[in-house]
């Protein structure tokens, strides 16, 4: 299994601003995972982050809005850009277990005001 | 495309009773079939997943899931329900051939009365 930790937890931010979560993870995995589960919903993949290589980004979602680092195999960032109340979501940082299974971090519970 | 149905957004069941959570999915190859459990401010745990091997599969806290072919569906039972179980519980399918992607289902509530 991995550990995922994820930073912030939780925050509160500004309409307008941006907010960058880290995700880092006890081993290091091919592929990362950023999920979005806002209030009451289900989780929605944002984008798929590979070291090395440009995130993937599901449809609904661009780079400009979410943009993604991912320097090493251990740890990639996630950037809310430019806020709005909309983006009020729990963003979760996952990887693959090659088992094959899916870890998850314990997310990062974002409110915009 | 892949999708996962969760029929019933909420389920309650008195403690002691048999839970029954519905998940049907849609897939054009073979799945990976997952059951995850996500209680109050965490994040997801796995509960049991399916990859192909015994079509009946065990998982934690008591769980059980039966991969039905012929009805697309992977519902998670629990013969005697307990208050710790309350929690939402998230269906989702992996294509076998793909790296990893999850798509999830709505997801269904467990409520457990005493």
């Known amino acids: 299994s991995a550990v995922i930790s994820q930073k912030p937890s939780r925050d509160i931010c500004q309409r307008g601003t941006s907010l960058t979560i880290q995700c880092q993870v006890d081993?290091?995995?091919?592929?990362m995972f950023w999920y979005r589960q806002q209030p009451g919903q289900s989780l929605t993949l944002i984008a798929t982050?590979?070291?090395?290589?440009?995130?993937?980004?599901e449809s609904g979602f661009v780079i400009d809005k979410f943009p993604i680092s991912r320097p090493n195999l251990t740890f990639s960032t996630l950037t809310v850009s430019n806020m709005s109340p909309e983006d009020s979501s729990i963003y979760l940082c996952?990887?693959?277990?090659?088992?094959?299974?899916?870890?998850f971090g314990q997310g990062t519970r974002l409110t915009v005001v | 495309a892949q999708s996962v149905t969760q029929l019933g957004s909420h389920v309650s069941v008195s403690e002691g009773a048999l839970v029954l959570l519905r998940c049907n999915y849609s897939?054009?190859?073979?799945?990976?079939l997952f059951w995850y459990v996500q209680y109050p401010n965490q994040g997801l745990q796995l509960l049991l997943k399916?990859?192909?091997?015994?079509?009946l599969v065990k998982g934690i806290n008591g769980f059980e899931a039966e991969f039905k072919k012929s009805e697309t569906s992977f519902h998670l039972t629990k013969p005697s329900a307990h208050m710790s179980d309350a929690a939402e519980y998230f269906c989702?399918?992996?294509?076998?051939?793909?790296?990893?992607?999850?798509?999830f289902g709505s997801g269904t509530r467990l409520l457990v009365r005493p």
């Open positions: 989702a399918v992996s294509e076998m051939d793909s790296s990893y992607k999850l798509i």
């Open positions: 982050a590979n070291q090395g290589s440009e995130a993937t980004y």
């Open positions: 399916y990859t192909s091997a015994a079509t």
């Open positions: 897939s054009s190859v073979p799945p990976y």
């Open positions: 996952s990887v693959d277990g090659r088992a094959p299974e899916a870890f």
């Open positions: 081993s290091q995995v091919t592929m």
